[in-house]
């Protein structure tokens, strides 16, 4: 599960799930005037042992920046993204746990 969203509390701009094998494909649009800077968050319970070892109870958020050269001014795509392979067994820098209030 993850979303992709501007760094605001209140702006997302899409969410998806991947598929059975871990792929997505995501993007959205904002009408801001301002300048954007998205992010995509995932929202997850790979090797989670959560709180008194019951792995339900909590879910591991990890951040990652889009670079600007990937923003689009119009509302189509001019560039995918790739980010690549990304082990979500691995605690990532800056990564958050969640044990109370779950957007999952």
């Known amino acids: 599960f993850l ?3 501007v760094p605001r509390p209140d702006t ?3 969410t998806v799930e991947t598929d059975s094998q871990g792929r ?3 993007f959205g649009t904002d009408s801001s005037i301002f300048t954007i800077h998205p992010v995509v968050r995932f929202y997850h319970r790979c090797n989670n042992r959560g709180i008194f070892n ?3 109870l909590c879910q591991r958020e990890s951040t990652y920046k889009i670079p600007k ?3 689009a001014k119009s509302g189509m795509v001019d560039r995918w993204y790739e ?3 990304v082990n979500m067994e691995a605690k990532q820098r ?3 746990t ?3 209030s779950n957007p999952l």
Request: proline residues 4%; negative net charge.
């Open 83 to 85: 980010m690549g392979t």
């Open 69 to 71: 050269n990937y923003i």
């Open 24 to 26: 997505f494909q995501v």
């Open 3 to 5: 979303l992709i969203e």
């Open 12 to 14: 997302n701009l899409a």
């Open 98 to 100: 969640h044990c109370v």
């Open 54 to 56: 019951i792995p339900q």
């Open 94 to 96: 800056g990564e958050q």
